[in-house]
Nanobody, 123 residues
């Protein structure tokens, strides 16, 4: 399984960004995918996840109502749409996959990781 994350950048407070995670290497219908982030000097934290098969999602409270995760089955790609960005959203963002349909919030539960993409929100 290979995951390729992209779409990070610099944005002002209140702005939007969309991250993409292109997945390859197998069929992901029995997988769950998640986004994590790691702010400078802090631990990696769960942002949100999606069950690939039916598209149900789950979000951390800190991003609920601002971030949306979706997937495109044809492209094998998961997206993280980030709106109303705040300086505290600044972090390296990672996509991850696990071979179970249940979304888990712990990084240790994910077998596969993409490279990180930097998101910086200026105040």
């Amino acid at each position: 399984v290979q995951l390729q994350a992209s779409g990070g950048g610099l944005v002002q407070t209140g702005g939007s960004l969309r991250l993409s995670c292109a997945a390859s290497g197998r069929t992901f219908s029995s997988y769950s995918m998640a986004w994590f982030r790691q702010p400078p000097g802090k631990d990696r934290e769960f942002v949100g996840g999606i069950r690939w098969s039916e598209g149900s999602t789950y979000y951390a409270d800190s991003v609920k109502g601002r971030f949306t995760i979706s997937r495109d089955n044809a492209l094998n790609t998961v997206y993280l749409q980030m709106n109303s960005l705040k300086p505290e959203d600044t972090a390296v963002y990672y996509c991850a996959a696990r071979g179970f349909t249940v979304i888990h919030t712990s990084p240790s539960s994910y077998n596969y990781w993409g490279q990180g993409t930097q998101v910086t929100v200026s105040s």
